[in-house]
């Protein structure tokens, strides 16, 4: 199954859109010189309406047996990580 994606272009048009950087701070000078990129969201169960965003490898998305190690966010209350490494399962 191919993997989706977009132009560098309407990625920035989407995050301006919905107003990422507001709660992220500046993501955009960050992730220009990590292109490409997989850009992931994902729902917490443990804690009520809390979304979390990944930044990880492209291959990422194509290969779901992994263990993300991630950075620090930039802030206590944003809802962006980074993706540092991705261990395979055994």
Known sequence: MPVPEIRW????????????????GPLLKDLVAKT??????ALRF????????YIAPPDLIEQCDRRLHLLP????????????????LP
Request: aromatic share 8%; hydrophobic share 45%; no cysteine.
């Open 73 to 88: 966010p930039h802030t206590s209350f944003s809802p962006m990580r980074q993706v540092l490494t991705a261990e395979r």
């Open 46 to 53: 443990d804690a009520q309406s809390r979304q979390l965003l």
């Open 9 to 24: 272009s309407k990625f920035v048009q989407l995050i301006t859109m919905i107003g990422l950087e507001d709660e992220t």
């Open 36 to 41: 490409p990129f997989a850009f992931v969201m």
